[in-house]
């Protein structure tokens, strides 16, 4: 059974305004697999009303939160699960999107997520198309979603300062209530503060 979630209001007057102003942009969303992902509906469905191009792609975890249908429906584009979608296709379907990209967007990135990316481990959908990202010319937005003992844990906090000296742009996580039941950072910024990264982006 696929999930049926509605979408938030519209984002505020101001940020619907500038994100109407990228339309006909590309932007590539690559959610990996946590609770977070039903956030990322409501990101999706407000690039689409802004007119921006918008291509999801989901690690196999991704697609047990939120079925890859939802994201269809939303950017009213096909979604792309794995590397070997479409492989009857002259280009490699991963050059190829990330060629078109001019963002691309990471979230919810998870704590394993954020170790692959570091380590630029490239045997899921989403973190080979990270990989053929130029980051010299485009921008990659990595939004870190995790229980608040795993983020603070040294190894993330050590791939995540690679990932910036790598050229990636953090979006830092926001405090609050997680899905353990606790209060904590770590937990997925809100879908406003997750659409003005990218208008940030969109705009450089």
Known sequence: MSESISPDPDPPTGLAGRLRAHAGQRVIVGLTGGIACYKIAHVVSALAQAGVETTVAMTESATRFVAPLTFQALSGRPVFTSAWEHVDAHDPQHI????????????????????????????????????????????????????????HQPATQRNLRQLAEDGFEIVAPASGWQACRTEG???????????AALDAALVC
């Open 185 to 195: 950072v770590g937990r997925l910024p809100e879908p406003p503060v997750l659409l």
């Open 96 to 151: 190829r999107l990330a060629r078109a990209a001019d963002v691309m967007l990471v979230a919810p990135c998870t704590m394993d997520a954020l170790a692959r990316l570091a380590h630029g481990r490239a045997d899921d959908i989403v973190s080979l198309l990270v990989a053929a990202i130029d980051r010299g010319r485009q921008t990659v937005l990595v939004a870190p979603s995790m229980n608040e003992v795993m983020y």
